[in-house]
């Protein structure tokens, strides 16, 4: 293993440690048990997130899935899609599945894990709140493990994939959180996954989400 894998790897346990400590503190119902603040806030963001497109009859992979949130959201609303909930923590999975035992859930670690079989079976690919927290790691650290993770999920959708993140455009910056460049996040997608996305800076949290497609939205 090289110097840099040892590196993301160590940063993937800091941060499955940080998200599995804060479930152990709050009711496995609640989206503080997935690091979030408040039920408004949190089905806002997976609104913005679920607007990438129509996912009534689609295949949804759910990445960093935790309790599977999103799910309830997606059954709240009535958009029928063939979900399925990937997450690196054994205790995150084990409570979605209590929480929905009729679902697809597994624990999968993308940066180690064979995926070539799962190479464009999903529509579309969501990444919710995976990359907010960047707990002791440097900026640099949290931005390649970023990058290394989106990399991996692009040849598993075949329409396109949804990711929030913390703006920089912020009041205040709290410690132990990644503020994401925006320009930066922009030309990684241009450059490594699709040059047709789509930036949503116009809602009311300080974050952003980016769109990114497999094809043009709009064309001559």
Not at 118 to 124: A, E, I, Q, T
Not at 135 to 159: M, V, Y
Not at 171 to 199: A, D, H, Q, T
Request: proline share 3%; charged share 25%.
């Amino acid at each position: 293993m090289s110097n840099q894998s040892r590196v993301l790897h160590a940063h993937t346990r800091r941060i499955k440690n940080e998200y599995e400590d804060h479930l152990m503190k709050h009711d496995p119902d609640s989206p503080e048990a997935a690091h979030w603040i408040g039920r408004e806030k949190t089905w806002l963001r997976m609104r913005v997130l679920a607007e990438i497109g129509d996912l009534n009859g689609k295949k949804l992979l759910d990445f960093g899935c935790g309790t599977g949130l999103l799910l309830d959201f997606l059954k709240e609303n009535a958009i029928e899609c063939e979900y399925h909930g990937w997450d690196i923590s054994t205790r995150m999975i084990e409570v979605a599945r209590r929480r929905h035992p009729t679902a697809n859930f597994s624990v999968v670690d993308v940066l180690t894990d064979e995926l070539s079989k799962f190479g464009g079976v999903f529509d579309y690919v969501t990444v919710s709140g995976v990359f907010y927290i960047k707990t002791r790691g440097s900026s640099e650290t949290h931005r390649k493990w970023t990058e290394a993770i989106l990399t991996k999920l692009w040849p598993l959708c075949s329409r396109g994939l949804a990711t929030n993140f913390l703006t920089e455009y912020v009041e205040w910056k709290e410690p132990g959180l990644y503020y994401c460049p925006l320009g930066s996040m922009i030309r990684f997608c241009n450059n490594n996954l699709s040059r047709w996305l789509v930036v949503r800076h116009d809602y009311t949290l300080w974050e952003f989400t980016v769109y990114v497609f497999r094809d043009p939205r709009v064309s001559l």
